[in-house]
């Protein structure tokens, strides 16, 4: 059989082979709109993809457009595989390459969703996320470095995010407490 005669063939053959090569670049972004499709967060990780703000935010409001009255969870918009949940009055976006792999990109979707639930004590919207974001951007961190997947376990991540939490000595304690603790530290080494 000849590349002409069997059509697969052909298609393996006129393809670009560098659009099938392995990566583990595997999410070109990440962002999260409100109900009125304003970015809350967002991250992307090939700049050539979208290079200035004003094209991201063009993107983003393409994909909401499309997406948030829909009732799937993949979406193939401007040559990107898109993956997405909503929740009370948050989008969550997850976009990789239209040769990604749809469950790859949805279980990065999946923890990062299921982490902001734990961390936000199963009250994800749109408040509480505000209130929140330097946690939220903790979470995204360690799920996705640079577009590669790091964890898909929200566990994991809750336990790394909650481990960071600890290293800040002020996130438990007040300044005043912290001033209090190293007086009395400076008095016993003077008494010493």
């Known amino acids: ?13 006129t393809m670009d082979s560098t ?10 972004a990440v962002f999260i709109l ?3 499709g304003n970015r809350l967060l967002s991250k992307y990780y ?9 094209e991201q935010k063009n993107f983003e409001m ?10 799937n969870e993949i979406s193939f918009i401007e040559g990107m595989t898109i993956v997405y949940k909503s929740s009370i009055d948050l989008f969550f976006y997850v976009v990789g390459s239209a040769q ?5 990109l949805m279980a990065v979707l999946n923890c990062l969703f299921e982490s ?12 509480t996320l505000l209130d929140n974001m330097d946690g939220v951007f903790l979470v995204v961190d360690e799920i996705i470095d640079g577009g590669v997947i790091l964890e898909s376990d929200p566990q994991q991540v809750i336990e790394k995010v909650n481990y960071r939490a600890d290293e800040n000595p002020l996130s438990e304690q007040s300044v005043a407490q912290v001033l209090q603790s190293a007086k009395e530290q400076i008095k016993w080494s003077i008494l010493k």
């Not at 059989?1 to 053959?13: F, I, K, L, N």
């Not at 659009?19 to 070109?28: C, D, G, I, N, R």
């Not at 004590?121 to 749109?126: F, L, M, W």
Request: proline share 5%.
């Open 19 to 28: 659009a099938l090569e392995p990566s583990l670049y595997t999410v070109k």
């Open 34 to 36: 409100d109900n009125d």
């Open 1 to 13: 059989m000849t590349a002409q005669s069997c059509p697969r063939q052909h298609c393996a053959t």
């Open 100 to 104: 990604e792999n749809e469950l790859m």
């Open 62 to 71: 393409n994909v909401f457009n499309k997406t948030h009255k829909a009732d």
């Open 116 to 127: 902001l639930n734990q961390m936000l004590r199963k009250n994800v919207e749109k408040r």
């Open 46 to 54: 090939d700049v050539e993809l979208y290079p200035s703000m004003k």
